[in-house]
């Protein structure tokens, strides 16, 4: 039987009859206030706040737009790998600074520099904005890393959440026709894959778990703005081959997002490309910035990452 964790239902329960009361007045979601949602949400549950040993933020040069960047070290006298993140929020919500905590966790335990991607946000910078950010970044990262004289071994994997999920498995797929860019592994975290939202989870897990499926419509709604075909521009139906990182999947049984990650593991699985999944079956979407409620799931999640990106 399918039963959300019980640290979670009470929390669940008070969110789901505040979401009534609004709807009853009158509520519009605007990208303003999703924007305010994340970030409050993320402060007022992730309040363990690790030291990092060096933090700074630096601009990712390119043609048109400098891309803004936080790059954590946790050891400025080590030689450590980079792994580049992608934050979430639906194309619309989230930054470097509301995902400052979680990055802070990942470098650590990873034992990797993080750079965190302060990619631009729809409406106002509809796709393809966000995906030219994060490819850019993957692409001249080394640079920037050069010009900060840091510390840093050649060796480069991605990662993200949700939309930046996304950003991630998107990226891998444009770096397989790159000989530029090598990408040693990818982990994606209830990653968003299908844009034409024709999975089974999306209608099992409709309402009632934070990430609804009409909130996921209106996001997708303002991140594509010019006809895109959407089936085209989702990961999960862009070409797979094996030239495609070493994946580490990670999905939750209450998001509506669960059953593109199972699609995606399998598609690279079919390629010969080695692929890890890791499942709760308990939580829901957006659990990591949940901390406070799930602290042994989220801390699965980190040291699982960690394990996955420095296996020899």
């Known amino acids: 039987m399918r039963e959300v964790s019980a640290k979670l239902r009470p929390w669940l329960e008070n969110l789901n009859i505040l979401l009534a009361e609004l709807s009853a007045d009158g509520f519009k979601p605007t990208p303003t206030n999703a924007r305010e949602a994340l970030a409050n949400l993320t402060s007022g549950m992730v309040t363990d706040i690790l030291d990092i040993a060096w933090c700074q933020d630096d601009l990712i040069q390119g043609r048109g737009y400098d891309v803004p960047v936080r790059i954590y070290h946790p050891e400025p006298s080590v030689k450590l790998p980079v792994l580049v993140y992608f934050h979430g929020g639906g194309h619309m919500a989230g930054s470097v600074t509301v995902y400052d905590s979680i990055c802070r966790k990942m470098a650590n335990v990873t034992q990797h520099i993080v750079v965190s991607v302060d990619y631009r946000l729809s409406p106002e910078c509809p796709y393809p904005a966000a995906v030219n950010d994060a ?148 939580m829901i979407h957006a659990f990591l910035n949940l901390e406070n409620l799930v602290k042994e799931e989220c801390e699965t999640v980190y040291l699982r990452i960690a394990e996955f990106l420095n296996r020899a």
């Not at 850019?136 to 900060?148: C, G, S």
């Not at 991630?168 to 299908?194: G, K």
């Open 135 to 282: 490819y850019h970044a993957v692409k001249e990262v080394w640079l920037t890393l050069k010009r900060r004289q840091l510390a840093f071994q050649r060796r480069l994997s991605i990662a993200g959440d949700s939309a930046g999920g996304a950003l991630c498995a998107t990226v891998a797929h444009l770096a397989q026709f790159d000989d530029s860019i090598t990408i040693h592994r990818q982990a994606m975290i209830y990653p968003s894959l299908d844009y034409t939202m024709s999975s089974n989870s999306l209608q099992q897990n409709a309402v009632g778990y934070l990430l609804q499926k009409d909130k996921i419509a209106w996001y997708f709604d303002n991140y594509f703005q010019t006809s895109e075909n959407r089936k085209t521009v989702s990961p999960l139906y862009m070409e797979f081959s094996r030239k495609l990182p070493e994946s580490l999947v990670i999905t939750a049984e209450f998001c509506p997002l669960r059953d593109e990650g199972f699609a995606y593991i399998d598609k690279i699985r079919q390629v010969g490309v080695e692929a890890e999944h890791l499942h709760f079956d308990n």
